[in-house]
């Protein structure tokens, strides 16, 4: 087999496997998939030493169910961590839950240190570019219409920090580090949302 041939090959054999990993790490349940992993999860949980002993409690864990998944993160290629809305008989909620993804199903994941996702520092940075380039657009006086195109062009995130899943709304609140060249650094509060893979940034 000529050179070039075998190269080709394993061109598309590498592109193949960049492509599954790629399908991997954006895979993420539904919402019958993420029900049914919880569902699973909570029927170990009965059936083991320190299932709920009360009628009540039983009842009260039976109940619990998502009525959303809001969006998802990956974690791992075939791990990945959800906003999802829990329908519970007291209050409704949005939690973190991180699912690991074995075979074709989904398998809801025993940790308590699971994090809020968030943007990358790069995805923040257009999101908050874009909104100040949005805010000079409306402006009606040239000046500070300019002011905020400068600011957006010069604006840096340089970490995101502190950052806490409303349980309320599903978004997630970070404290933005931010640097401009002619203002030096500061810090602001922000609040995104995660939709599907898709993150926006939300009024203050």
Known sequence: ???????????????????????????????????????????????????????????????????????????????????????????DAYQVFAFDLDGADWRL???????????????AQALLREHL?????RETDARRAAEYRRFALALEVAALESCDLDRDSGAVECDAQLHTPGAGAGSKRVRFQLQGSQWSLLPD
Do not use: W
Not at 33 to 59: D, T, W, Y
Not at 112 to 123: K, M, N
């Open 1 to 91: 087999m000529p050179l070039t041939a075998l190269a080709r090959r394993y061109a598309l054999f590498v592109l193949s496997l960049a492509s599954g990993q790629v399908m991997a790490l954006d895979a993420a349940p539904t919402l019958d998939q993420a029900n049914a992993a919880l569902h699973a999860a909570l029927s170990a949980e009965r059936a083991g030493p320190q299932a709920a002993a009360s009628p009540l409690g039983r009842a009260l864990l039976e109940s619990l169910k998502f009525s959303l998944v809001q969006g998802c993160q990956s974690l791992a290629p075939a791990q990945t961590a959800c906003i999802v809305k829990i329908e519970a008989p007291m209050r």
């Open 109 to 123: 994941v025993k940790r308590s240190d699971i994090e809020a996702p968030q943007p990358t520092l790069g995805g």
């Open 133 to 137: 380039q949005a805010l000079g657009a």
